[in-house]
């Protein structure tokens, strides 16, 4: 036992010796050995530069942490040279208007800010005011985006944290806006810097995390699910093709560190370290557990992670086609280099601390380990070309040295714009026949099976007019996609000042399916059982609801041409059947259907002015009518965001009457073998019958509001 005890001791000697004697050098995959000989455009074609530095949270006490140095020194001198010393800086602030310095997250290790009265308080305070002290003076744009670390280590309290932080960063700055997204919330914020550069800040920790959180309405948030999160980039995406884009979170999308499941034998041997930086307590057989159900997504800071895949998963699926999007994280404290695609993926997190990366893995260009320290840089010319450089501090960062430079992409010159010529065009009387689906056929087997449902209606020929966007609405503007998880919709401002939503017949229910699921028979079953809604059953609702006293949407069914009045969203909607309504939002006096009413909220907003006055109250007769309706039509997706409310002053308070929006469901018809199974396991999904089924759970998505709203009234 003793020469078994011994011999372990050895190893774990031996391993920990090669481990302090390994040499952390940069990795270039071999198609970047020669990167030196790449010559960056003339410096004096530069039009602005942007820095990206992360995990910059336990600087140096003693000194001036180098790599701040050397960063401080190129933000205020816009100096491109490759190896310099620092210039005296005098009482000349030489920084750039518009310049832009974005901290990449975990910007206070270990728990971001505590409480004022704290113990730790003054060196949490000390670790975030070194790295504002590099920007106090700068002329240009500072952007600081939250880490996990700041929201408390991903703890409860997190959102207080994050909120403290912002606090007091503002009031160091004296500046609003600079910790993005605010309070608390997910994103994304959108930061138009000039005419040809765009910043698009995400808080990828708010994705992440499982504590409180900021959502939509609350705190000015503009999200209230990650499926929102992705909305939104992708229509700032497009809303800006033709610009240099960044987008600027704290989580990588790939990683060759320990995020994205790769260990040294450090690691192994001193498993605490992954925990806190100097926990060397060596547990080899823990150490070898631990990696492994990381490497499986234990750790929601871990790409393995189910949550942290979707968040890949979903940017990657919307940018795909993007030649001139960066997105830069930190998170890895080191220097990462990927190309997704067109996409181009930098990691910049060895602000304060480093920690190894394998070679390959796909990366171009990787760097950590040992005592390394740098940041990334982004330089953009006049001639549309944007640059990657990689800096190292040398020494106490007096001087530095570029590791790395590659060219990433070039934004051509625009095209002739064309959308004067198409103002022109007429769609008066102009006629498209189409099919709102060819892809239901079935035999007399799979009928059975899988169900009649309306597969004829959907593969009947139609005629339908063309949406004629320069005179519906008195002229319409494309605003911003939107849909559920699987439809696709864009509003539109009317220069009746109108806001409208077109909303395809098609739909895409593969957004519901996890990953395993994809391309199997579950995909195409989902996707067939679309058939089980009439395409234009919401064309009816109108005449059945006005007959009721209800309010109701006036959808019109048209064709969307491939117009470039479509702008950048002529991909998503160009070319498709859909229906075209106004949208029942804020002022609505112009739409007797919706009682001429000045104002209309949201299900949240309706409630939180419940609460805010006794006096206010719902017309719950109103409700109870169409919710009724719905029951008679057999519409079971009736959750509280398909629902408007619009508002009526009375003397005392005001009164909300509702407005149901989107009638996708109504009339489904769920029959077939196969379908009829699984409304036993969904009971609220029923087939439109001649009698109703169990109207109990046809209203399960509507409980919440039908327990809320109708207290008031009696069988009589």
């Known amino acids: 036992m003793k020469i078994k005890y011994y011999r372990v001791i050895l190893f774990l000697v031996s391993v920990t010796i090669l481990q302090a004697c390994t040499s952390y050098k940069p990795f270039y995959d071999k198609t970047q050995l020669n990167w030196e000989s790449a010559n960056s455009p003339d410096s004096l074609k530069l039009k602005y530069s942007v820095w990206l530095i992360g995990d910059g949270g336990v600087p140096d006490k003693d000194a001036q942490e180098p790599v701040l140095k050397l960063l401080q020194s190129q933000v205020f001198h816009h100096d491109?040279?490759?190896?310099?010393?620092?210039?005296?800086?005098?009482?000349?602030?030489?920084?750039?208007?518009?310049?832009?310095?974005?901290f990449l997250g975990d910007n206070i290790y270990e728990t971001g800010l505590p409480e004022p009265d704290a113990p730790d308080r003054e060196e949490k305070?000390?670790?975030?005011?070194?790295?504002?002290?590099?920007?106090?003076?700068?002329?240009?744009?500072?952007?600081?985006?939250?880490?996990?670390?700041?929201?408390?280590?991903?703890?409860?309290?997190?959102?207080?944290?994050?909120?403290?932080?912002?606090?007091?960063?503002?009031?160091?700055?004296?500046?609003?806006?600079?910790?993005?997204?605010?309070?608390?919330?997910?994103?994304?914020?959108?930061?138009?810097?000039?005419?040809?550069?765009?910043?698009?800040?995400?808080?990828?920790?708010?994705?992440?995390?499982?504590?409180?959180?900021?959502?939509?309405?609350?705190?000015?948030?503009?999200?209230?699910?990650?499926?929102?999160?992705?909305?939104?980039?992708?229509?700032?995406?497009?809303?800006?093709?033709?610009?240099?884009?960044?987008?600027?979170?704290?989580?990588p999308l790939f990683s060759n560190g320990r995020h994205g499941g790769y260990y040294t034998l450090k690691d192994y041997l001193f498993p605490l370290t992954l925990i806190r930086d100097n926990y060397y307590i060596p547990l080899p057989i823990i150490g070898a557990i631990y990696p492994l159900m990381r490497q499986y997504g234990i750790s929601r800071q871990d790409l393995s992670n189910k949550d942290y895949q979707q968040l890949k998963r979903g940017l990657l699926s919307i940018l795909e086609d993007e030649k001139n999007v960066v997105i830069a994280a930190g998170h890895e404290h080191a220097l990462q280099f990927n190309k997704y695609k067109d996409?181009?993926?930098?990691?910049?997190?060895?602000?304060?601390?480093?920690?190894?990366?394998?070679?390959?893995?796909e990366a171009?260009?990787?760097?950590?380990?040992?005592?390394?320290?740098?940041?990334?840089?982004?330089?953009?010319?006049?001639?549309?070309?944007?640059?990657?450089?990689?800096?190292?501090?040398?020494?106490?960062?007096?001087?530095?040295?570029?590791?790395?430079?590659?060219?990433?992409?070039?934004?051509?010159?625009?095209?002739?714009?064309?959308?004067?010529?198409?103002?022109?065009?007429?769609?008066?009387?102009?006629?498209?026949t189409i099919v709102a689906g060819d892809t239901f056929k079935a035999g007399k087997l799979k009928r059975q099976l899988l169900g009649e449902h309306y597969r004829d209606t959907w593969a009947i020929p139609i005629n339908v007019k063309y949406l004629d966007l320069k005179t519906f609405g008195g002229g319409l503007t494309p605003l911003k996609l939107g849909g559920g998880k699987q439809t696709t919709s864009l509003q539109f401002i009317g220069k009746?000042?109108?806001?409208?939503?077109?909303?395809?017949?098609?739909?895409?229910?593969?957004?519901?399916?996890?990953?395993?699921?994809?391309?199997?028979?579950?995909?195409?079953?989902?996707?067939?059982?679309?058939s089980s809604a009439h395409p234009y059953g919401a064309l009816i609702i109108p005449d059945m609801a006005k007959a009721i006293g209800i309010y109701h949407t006036n959808p019109e069914l048209v064709y969307m041409p491939y117009s470039t009045l479509l702008g950048p969203y002529i991909q998503q909607v160009g070319g498709k059947l859909g229906i075209i309504e106004a949208r029942p939002d804020e002022d609505l006096s112009d739409f007797t259907s919706f009682g001429n009413a000045k104002n209309a909220v949201g299900t949240p907003k309706m409630y939180e002015k419940l609460k805010d006055d006794n006096d206010n109250e719902v017309d719950q007769e109103m409700f109870l009518r169409s919710r009724l309706f719905d029951i008679l039509i057999g519409d079971w997706d009736r959750h509280e965001d398909q629902w408007r409310w619009a508002e009526f002053k009375k003397e005392a308070g005001v009164i909300y009457r509702p407005i149901p929006r989107d009638r996708d469901q109504a009339f489904t018809k769920f029959d077939g073998l196969i379908p009829r199974l699984v409304?036993?396991?969904?009971?609220?999904?029923?087939?439109?019958?001649?009698?109703?089924?169990d109207p109990a759970e046809l209203s399960i998505a509507a409980r919440n509001l039908d327990r809320n709203l109708l207290t008031e009234l009696t069988k009589e």
């Open 80 to 102: 491109t040279t490759r190896l310099y010393p620092l210039p005296d800086t005098g009482k000349v602030n030489n920084s750039h208007a518009e310049d832009v310095v974005i």
């Open 125 to 251: 305070e000390r670790r975030i005011n070194e790295q504002m002290n590099v920007v106090k003076n700068f002329k240009g744009q500072k952007i600081f985006v939250p880490g996990n670390h700041d929201w408390n280590e991903s703890r409860a309290g997190g959102l207080a944290a994050i909120m403290r932080q912002e606090q007091y960063i503002e009031q160091y700055l004296n500046s609003g806006d600079v910790l993005m997204p605010s309070n608390g919330c997910g994103g994304p914020v959108e930061v138009q810097l000039n005419k040809d550069l765009v910043i698009i800040a995400i808080d990828s920790e708010w994705w992440l995390g499982k504590h409180e959180k900021s959502i939509a309405p609350d705190n000015g948030c503009t999200v209230s699910s990650r499926l929102e999160v992705i909305q939104q980039v992708q229509d700032i995406i497009l809303r800006n093709r033709g610009k240099h884009i960044i987008i600027a979170q704290h989580h």
């Open 343 to 361: 996409i181009n993926l930098i990691i910049s997190g060895a602000g304060s601390k480093s920690s190894s990366m394998i070679k390959g893995n």
């Open 364 to 432: 171009l260009f990787s760097y950590g380990g040992g005592a390394m320290q740098g940041f990334a840089r982004l330089n953009y010319y006049t001639n549309g070309q944007c640059w990657l450089e990689f800096w190292e501090p040398v020494a106490d960062g007096s001087m530095g040295k570029i590791v790395y430079r590659t060219p990433l992409y070039a934004i051509p010159a625009k095209a002739d714009d064309k959308t004067a010529e198409e103002k022109s065009i007429s769609y008066t009387d102009s006629i498209k």
């Open 496 to 530: 009746d000042k109108n806001v409208y939503q077109f909303r395809t017949v098609e739909k895409n229910p593969a957004a519901l399916l996890p990953d395993g699921f994809l391309k199997t028979f579950a995909e195409d079953f989902v996707q067939d059982q679309i």
């Open 679 to 693: 409304s036993e396991l969904i009971p609220d999904i029923q087939s439109f019958e001649m009698k109703i089924g």
